[in-house]
């Protein structure tokens, strides 16, 4: 056998090189083709030592495959690795179904979503962050490097998006928003870990995970201004529609829960202000409610959007440990207790139930009756 071939590799001609559109980071022309690659500083071309014409080998990629040139992705964003790729794969086939009470995950959602999500560093940081957080849990004997993977991607995420400097506008207010949600998702599941180790910091962490989320409203309820000019536009609808259609006995929780809330509110010996930060509270907590407390998404991820979009008089509230927040508090856990086999969730809603009637004590156990025994009875 020959042990002195040499392989060469001819350069396709200029007529079929490929060309990739400006408008999106995945479009291709008709054309089969490629396109030239800048080659890597790092790496040598296999042509300096050999007497054969070789392709350069190289370790870097053009930024314009990555990101379209309307997106705020600059070349020194791009720092993502194979390991990124693991998480990002690991987060669309692990990660999402598994926030989807019922195992199911609407495709369509995530066929819509997950480009817009994608054009900023910021929310696919964070995403990744996420998905790493998620592997804490399922692969507990390298939880640990778990989580020290997430805090890192997630400071990143905070750098990138802070670095920013952005406003919210139609082109950018989806993956703002989806970079919002994804901040709750994280730090509840860090409260739910930390539950695990110590269930009486449940209701300190929290309100400390609420607290530490102010800026993350503005996001939200800038968003949703300009989220009906959007592809998402339907998701919305269909949203509204689940809770203007939610089964009679979801209507009829509702209703008992929002009535509870206002004669509490009503009765309470505060001021007006007090109260009518707390009555807000309670109006999006009744929009929860209504659109069931077991459904799919997209109804049900408004209780991940819920204690992002709370006020900031109203966390001070929960801070100062005020009864009527802390009850208000109670009947959002026990949505969440309802989601205790989700993996971000875990027991923190009943913990925080429990918590909170044993600090308000007997006076104000008839407005907890409810929730406590709901966690009773499950």
């Not at 980071?25 to 490629?34: D, L, Q």
């Not at 392709?55 to 791009?78: E, G, I």
């Not at 870990?193 to 110590?198: E, L, Y």
């Not at 949505?335 to 909170?356: C, T």
Request: charged content about 20%; glycine content about 4%.
């Amino acid at each position: 056998m020959r042990d002195d071939r040499t392989c060469t590799y001819q350069r396709p001609p200029d007529s079929v090189r490929r060309t990739v559109s400006s408008q999106s980071p995945y479009a291709v022309s008709e054309a089969a083709s490629y396109t030239e690659i800048p080659r890597s500083q790092d790496v040598p071309s296999t042509a300096e030592h050999s007497n054969t014409s070789t392709p350069s080998v190289t370790t870097s990629l053009d930024p314009r495959f990555l990101s379209p040139k309307s997106s705020s992705l600059q070349s020194s964003d791009l720092s993502f690795n194979l390991r990124h790729m693991q998480l990002y794969s690991h987060f669309i086939f692990e990660t999402l179904p598994s926030l989807a009470e019922l195992g199911s995950v609407d495709h369509e959602q995530i066929r819509t979503m997950m480009p817009m999500m994608l054009t900023e560093p910021y929310t696919l940081y964070q995403l990744l962050a996420v998905s790493a957080m998620h592997m804490s849990y399922i692969h507990m004997e390298e939880a640990d490097r778990h989580l020290e993977e997430a805090k890192d991607l997630q400071t990143q995420a905070l750098c990138a998006f802070n670095d920013a400097h952005i406003e919210v506008t139609v082109e950018n207010c989806v993956p703002m928003m989806s970079f919002s949600t994804l901040i709750g998702i994280h730090a509840l599941a860090e409260v739910a870990g930390n539950a695990d180790a110590d269930a009486r910091g449940v209701l300190d962490g929290f309100v400390t995970y609420m607290n530490l989320h102010r800026g993350s409203r503005a996001i939200v309820s800038q968003s949703l201004s300009f989220l009906s000019q959007t592809s998402v536009a339907p998701i919305m609808r269909s949203s509204e529609y689940a809770m203007h259609h939610a089964s009679p006995s979801h209507r009829d929780t509702a209703v008992a829960v929002a009535h509870r809330l206002h004669t509490l509110l009503d009765q309470a010996d505060s001021s007006e202000e007090s109260r009518e930060v707390c009555r807000v509270a309670a109006s999006q907590l009744d929009v929860v409610y209504r659109t069931g407390s077991d459904s799919v998404v997209p109804g049900s991820g408004l209780i991940w959007v819920w204690p992002i979009n709370l006020s900031g008089e109203f966390t001070d509230l929960l801070s100062m440990r005020k009864p009527e927040a802390l009850i208000i508090l109670a009947h959002y856990a026990v949505l969440l207790h309802h989601r205790r086999r989700v993996w971000l969730v875990g027991n923190v809603g009943g913990i925080l139930i429990q918590e909170i009637s044993k600090f308000l004590g007997t006076f104000w156990k008839s407005w907890l009756d409810w929730p406590n025994e709901v966690i009773a009875q499950s």
